[in-house]
């Protein structure tokens, strides 16, 4: 199965994942769960590595001492550094990697005696068949 890095930031499907690992799955489904997380992670460790070097190349340092990326209505907006970074972020968020894990199939009451939020269940269709 081919996934975009932005599974790890603007999709919310990993974090998704890692929390409803989190619940108290059934044993076969976890298990399954796991091994998918155990493949993601070193993926989710490079993407956040590159995330980080486009940042602190393009943004400036804020008050809390670390790196952002400056909006135009930020203070210090540098039009050039802004429209650079986004365009480096963009490109790193849309690169697909093949990953070999079985999709589980999960019944909806399953979900709901979890209860894990409607939104963040549905972040999970790149693991699991909600039926």
């Not at 994942?17 to 108290?24: A, I, M, Q, R, T």
């Not at 155990?38 to 490079?46: G, R, S």
């Not at 809390?64 to 909006?71: A, K, S």
């Not at 790149?126 to 039926?131: E, L, Y």
Request: net charge neutral; with cysteine.
């Amino acid at each position: 199965m081919k996934l975009k890095n932005d599974i790890f930031v603007k999709d919310g499907a990993y974090q998704s994942l890692v929390e409803f690992c989190g619940k108290d799955v059934p044993l076969d489904l976890g298990w399954e769960l796991g091994k998918a997380i155990d493949k993601l992670i070193p993926n989710q460790a490079l993407y956040e590595a590159e995330r980080t070097k486009i940042i602190t190349k393009y943004g400036k340092k804020n008050k809390e001492g670390g790196f952002g990326l400056v909006g135009p209505k930020g203070e210090g907006y540098d039009k050039e550094a802004w429209e650079k970074g986004i365009e480096e972020l963009n490109a790193l968020n849309v690169i697909e990697e093949e990953y070999d894990f079985n999709k589980k199939t999960v019944a909806m009451d399953e979900v709901k005696k979890l209860k894990f939020p409607p939104l963040k269940a549905r972040l999970l269709k790149h693991f699991i068949d909600i039926k």
